[in-house]
């Protein structure tokens, strides 16, 4: 098991352009979690997939933001018509319900996204 | 609405020194609470993970403490070491919102020879 896993781990991007992240969460975690982290920040939730349901988004996630999880593995998050004010770092995080007593939650590397 | 505040925001010790970060909290009713580490441009490791259920956890030289009552968590560091610089995070999982991490804005360490 590698851990949690996102692609890419840097992206620049012009204002206007439509980005798309992956995370690879670790296997068999059936719970994964989006959060966004600005410079000085602690990460902010952006939305939750427990398999492949979206059960909770934040209000941070506008409607040029959409979250998909289709076979309840890996997940993408989409940025469409980025603004100057999406750049971040974009977290990814995954968790097994069969470890229901502790929670504890495991973090992949993050895509820094830069809009210009 | 959970507000979770860390002090203090930032802290420089020499080498050797023990030290605690400090995390506070608004709701008590709280899951579990985590703290984690994270070096500039990486994602989060997780250092130690406190049930709501527990008063302390131990990892080699961290400790970390919770006291709901009073909203409080520590996280205590012994003997130091330059490899321990970096943003320590604070979250709590409040359980009720399906697992989702609320942070505050981290501690920044840096520990120098």
């Known amino acids: 098991d590698t851990g949690v896993s996102q692609d890419p781990r840097h992206k620049i991007t012009k204002r206007g352009q439509n980005v798309t992240f992956r995370c690879d969460p670790i296997?068999?975690?059936?719970?994964l979690y989006w959060y966004r982290q600005t410079l000085g920040q602690g990460p902010e939730f952006l939305t939750y997939f427990q398999n492949e349901a979206q059960l909770e988004k934040s209000r941070l996630l506008s409607d040029r933001f959409s979250a998909e999880r289709p076979k309840g593995s890996f997940s993408t998050l989409e940025i469409q018509r980025t603004e100057q004010g999406d750049s971040a770092m974009y977290l990814c995080?995954?968790?097994?319900?069969?470890?229901?007593?502790?929670?504890?939650?495991?973090f992949g590397p993050g895509t820094r996204l830069t809009v210009t | 609405k959970q507000e979770v505040t860390q002090i203090p925001a930032a802290l420089s010790v020499p080498e050797g020194e023990n030290l605690v970060l400090n995390c506070s909290f608004t709701d008590s009713a709280i899951y579990n609470l985590q703290w984690f580490r994270q070096d500039p441009g990486k994602g989060l490791t997780s250092l130690l993970l406190i049930q709501s259920s527990q008063r302390e956890q131990t990892s080699g030289r961290l400790n970390a403490s919770l006291d709901k009552s009073s909203g409080r968590s520590t996280l205590y560091i012994a003997a130091s070491q330059p490899g321990d610089s970096a943003t320590y995070l604070c979250?709590?999982?409040?359980?009720?919102?399906?697992?989702?991490?609320?942070f505050g804005r981290g501690t920044q360490l840096t520990v120098w020879p």
């Open positions: 296997s068999e975690h059936n719970r």
């Open positions: 979250a709590l999982d409040r359980g009720s919102t399906l697992g989702r991490l609320y």
């Open positions: 995080a995954s968790r097994s319900t069969r470890d229901t007593e502790a929670g504890e939650q495991y």
